[in-house]
Antibody, heavy 123, light 110 residues
Framework: EVQLVQSGAEVRKPGESLKISCKGSGYSFTTYWIGWVRQMPGKGLEWMGIIYPGDSDTRYSPSFQGQVTISADKSISTAYLQWSSLKASDSAMYYC????????????????WGQGTLVTVSS | QSVLTQPPSVSGTPGQRVTISCSGSSSNIGSNIVNWYQQLPGMAPKLLIYRNHQRPSGVPDRFSDSKSGTSASLAISGLQSEDEADYYCAALDDSLNTYVFGTGTKVTVL
């Protein structure tokens, strides 16, 4: 059974750093892209970026380039999303999701999703 | 940031048929497959319809989709209380080289 299990909720102060995780199981972690999706309170889904754990090839949405860092450790089947200096506007639910086909290929979609990690940034 | 536009909300009574529209452009809906996700309250999104009208195991055939030009739509027939959720369309955008989601539609069963 394919599963993506994310780390638990986090509370941080503005300016602090944070790294959240997404552990994959039940499939070959190194051969599927893992994406990150933001959902701000009461808002819709926004694609942030994506990583191929096999070689750590990473792409970012222009809206998130330079704002976050996506990484992966294939030895433990885990992808990460990190911030070096959080802002209050980073408060949101963050989901990881598996891409079922090659990146940017016709019909590619996110087929399995993690349960989400709630990040709260408040002074 | 959403480049796919959906109505904020739709509602219907049990048994009714409702439709959700998703409007995009030639670089996303016009040239790529539209997939649909259902997000139940407090839950992660779940794939609902994908790749030309396919439904994952467990999704009832009350859910169907269609596409014409740069617009797509999701239909729910025989509306049930458990269909109350947020629904999102999604597609690849060839110009932006990003995956884009719709603005989301909240379905309410009256």
């Amino acid at each position: 059974e394919v599963q993506l299990v994310q780390s638990g909720a986090e509370v941080r102060k503005p300016g602090e750093s944070l790294k959240i995780s997404c552990k994959g199981s039940g499939y070959s972690f190194t051969t599927y892209w893992i994406g990150w999706v933001r959902q701000m309170p009461g808002k819709g889904l926004e694609w942030m970026g994506i990583i191929y754990p096999g070689d750590s090839d990473t792409r970012y949405s222009p809206s998130f380039q330079g704002q976050v860092t996506i990484s992966a450790d294939k030895s433990i089947s885990t992808a990460y999303l990190q911030w070096s200096s959080l802002k209050a506007s980073d408060s949101a639910m963050y989901y990881c999701a598996r891409l079922d086909e090659a990146l940017y290929s016709y019909g590619s979609l996110f087929d399995y999703w993690g349960q989400g990690t709630l990040v709260t940034v408040s002074s | 940031q959403s480049v796919l536009t959906q109505p904020p909300s739709v509602s219907g009574t049990p048994g009714q048929r409702v439709t959700i529209s998703c409007s995009g452009s030639s670089s996303n809906i016009g040239s790529n497959i539209v997939n649909w996700y259902q997000q139940l309250p407090g839950m992660a999104p779940k794939l609902l319809i994908y790749r030309n009208h396919q439904r994952p195991s467990g999704v009832p055939d009350r859910f169907s989709d269609s596409k014409s030009g740069t617009s797509a739509s999701l239909a729910i027939s025989g509306l049930q209380s458990e269909d109350e959720a947020d629904y999102y369309c999604a597609a690849l955008d060839d110009s932006l080289n990003t995956y884009v989601f719709g603005t989301g539609t909240k379905v309410t069963v009256l």
